[in-house]
């Protein structure tokens, strides 16, 4: 009973993640106003703009080159004590959000994606993307969500048999 309870709220979260991330430009986050403080202005141009956008949970150093309709963007994530203390990354997803002049999300593309159930040890924690930028779109917001967890037995009841586990997130 024990099992069944575990894997229906670790299926639960990830169709609740699956949903928000899957309507990113519209219903969710569609009518969501970015606050000006987690907004990075995207500029156009042929120089590569670098920065640093750091949480509790994490931080990203990253840098883009805005051309025309895409946007070439790499980072490397480096997790926070609070998350690096546990063993196994059962998953942690980065999204880029595009945002309007108003602050409203138009669309995104996740830019990186964990293996599941790896131990965060062995994570590589960057990534390379190119990707079509919205039309009205004149900011960009980082949003992730992930779960991490203490190694267990393994066996019927997964990998977090035994151990604590803990979600975090950051919306746009």
Known sequence: ????????????????MGFSWGCMGGGV?????????????ISPGTDEVLGVWTTGDLSLAYGYVFKGESLKIKGNITLANRIK???????????????????RVTG?????????????SMLRLAFNRELRVPPGSTAMAF??????GEGGGGGDEGVFNGGDAWEFWKLP
Do not use: A, Q
């Not at 995104?108 to 965060?120: A, D, F, H, K, L």
């Not at 949003?143 to 991490?148: C, E, I, K």
């Open 85 to 103: 203390n546990f063993t196994v990354m059962e998953n942690l997803r980065l999204r880029v959000n595009f945002v309007d002049s108003e602050g």
């Open 29 to 41: 986050f569609g009518n969501r106003v970015v606050d000006g403080k987690n907004r990075i202005r």
């Open 1 to 16: 009973m024990k099992s069944f309870i575990r894997r229906l709220g670790v299926v639960v979260m990830i169709l609740t």
């Open 108 to 120: 995104g593309r996740n830019v990186y994606t964990s293996p599941y159930r790896e131990e965060i």
């Open 143 to 148: 949003s992730y969500g992930g779960r991490v």
